[in-house]
T-cell receptor
Framework: NAGVTQTPKFQVLKTGQSMTLQCAQD?????MSWYRQDPGMGLRLIHY???????DQGEVPNGYNVSRSTTEDFPLRLLSAAPSQTSVYFC?????????????FGNGTRLTVT | QKEVEQDPGPLSVPEGAIVSLNCTYS??????FMWYRQYSRKGPELLMY????GNKEDGRFTAQVDKSSKYISLFIRDSQPSDSATYLC????????????FGDGTTLTVKP
């Protein structure tokens, strides 16, 4: 079982560059989400989706875009990278949403912006 | 002030000890409470899921919720070196909500 797959595992960007973090799940989950994890700040929700074609903002959405064209994929786009976006990014999915079913996390993308 | 505060740690205990991990919260609307375990360089994985006040036991793990005090705990009995990880509490208002609120995590080391 692949579960939630995130690519790349590591990335270094220069300020102002753009990139897309990929997330794919093979469990046919309707709900998918992106978190960032920073020391002393825990997991913070960036964006989430309750199904294909539906997305919504989380706690810290500025500087990030998402789209959900298929059930399986939920990419996260950084439009113009800033040093403040240096973090570990986790994608998570669940069958019905975090209240009704457990979140399944990928193993993260470690992003450094210089 | 954060909605969820978690004992910061780090916590270091000898093998076989009983471990207590704790979170407090300010939003009385939270109804569902979860504990996730995160090993180094891995994503979190769900350990326990509880609803309403009381205790829930699963093997060596017991989750306790006290809604009147807005306080939740995770107890680990007979701790093992394999329990060394970061433990995150999480809370949600209802099953239809799209957002969980996480604590910052407590890092536990169990020494053989």
């Amino acid at each position: 079982n692949a579960g939630v797959t995130q690519t790349p595992k590591f990335q270094v960007l220069k300020t102002g560059q753009s990139m897309t973090l990929q997330c794919a799940q093979d469990m046919n989950h309707e709900y998918m989400s992106w978190y960032r994890q920073d020391p002393g700040m825990g997991l913070r929700l960036i964006h989430y989706s309750v199904g294909a074609g539906i997305t919504d903002q989380g706690e810290v959405p500025n500087g990030y875009n998402v789209s959900r064209s298929t059930t399986e994929d939920f990419p996260l786009r950084l439009l113009s990278a800033a040093p403040s976006q240096t973090s570990v990014y986790f994608c998570a999915s669940s069958e019905r949403g975090p209240g009704g079913s457990p979140l399944h996390f990928g193993n993260g993308t470690r992003l450094t912006v210089t | 002030q954060k909605e969820v505060e978690q004992d910061p740690g780090p916590l270091s205990v000898p093998e076989g000890a009983i471990v207590s991990l704790n979170c407090t919260y300010s939003n009385s609307a939270f109804q569902y409470f979860m504990w996730y375990r995160q090993y180094s360089r891995k994503g979190p994985e769900l350990l326990m899921y509880t609803y309403s006040s009381g205790n829930k036991e699963d093997g060596r793990f017991t989750a306790q919720v006290d809604k009147s005090s807005k306080y939740i705990s995770l107890f680990i009995r007979d701790s093992q070196p394999s329990d060394s990880a970061t433990y995150l509490c999480a809370m949600i208002i209802n099953t239809n909500a799209g957002k969980s609120t996480f604590g910052d995590g407590t890092t536990l080391t169990v020494k053989p």
